[in-house]
């Protein structure tokens, strides 16, 4: 994942909590905390950045070409300026799909909104993540 979105200079940061060295420059090594401390860090380590979008993956989550993943969901937050979150729907997730669905796109005909992530992979509007700061101190 971090070597795909360096090759292509997608500015990221990749977490190190193994005993792996450190890949390349986006990679940071950090103490074996899990999930939500690493949210907490990564909405931290942003709210300091100048970007609008923050995209938070915990790993478990594996895509082929994340480059072309980031480059679509940042074409969606741009052209839906309204948009607080997105996450993909992961197919094998039971909580997801038809038992959180509420509607589909009208725009997009792979979208649809629903009432869950599982926060495995996200992303969230600078908003969102400014928000959701206040809550861990």
């Given at each position: 994942m971090s070597q795909q979105l360096e090759n292509s200079d997608v500015q990221h940061i990749f977490y190190n909590v193994s005993s792996i060295e450190d890949v390349n420059k986006n990679w940071e090594r950090r103490p074996d905390i899990r999930y939500n401390n690493h949210f907490f860090h990564a909405v931290k380590d942003f709210i300091a950045s100048d970007n609008d979008?923050?995209?938070?993956?915990?790993?478990?989550?594996s895509h082929s070409d994340y480059v072309g993943y980031t480059k679509y969901i940042e074409k969606i937050f741009e052209e839906n300026p309204n948009l607080g979150a997105f996450a993909p729907n992961n197919t094998n997730d039971?909580?997801?799909?038809?038992?959180?669905?509420?509607?589909?796109?009208k725009k997009y005909s792979n979208l649809y909104l629903s009432t869950n992530t599982n926060g495995a992979y996200l992303a969230l509007h600078r908003d969102i993540v400014n928000y959701l700061s206040s809550f861990y101190g």
């Amino acid at each position: 994942m971090s070597q795909q979105l360096e090759n292509s200079d997608v500015q990221h940061i990749f977490y190190n909590v193994s005993s792996i060295e450190d890949v390349n420059k986006n990679w940071e090594r950090r103490p074996d905390i899990r999930y939500n401390n690493h949210f907490f860090h990564a909405v931290k380590d942003f709210i300091a950045s100048d970007n609008d979008i923050f995209i938070f993956n915990t790993g478990d989550i594996s895509h082929s070409d994340y480059v072309g993943y980031t480059k679509y969901i940042e074409k969606i937050f741009e052209e839906n300026p309204n948009l607080g979150a997105f996450a993909p729907n992961n197919t094998n997730d039971v909580f997801i799909n038809v038992q959180s669905l509420i509607g589909r796109s009208k725009k997009y005909s792979n979208l649809y909104l629903s009432t869950n992530t599982n926060g495995a992979y996200l992303a969230l509007h600078r908003d969102i993540v400014n928000y959701l700061s206040s809550f861990y101190g």
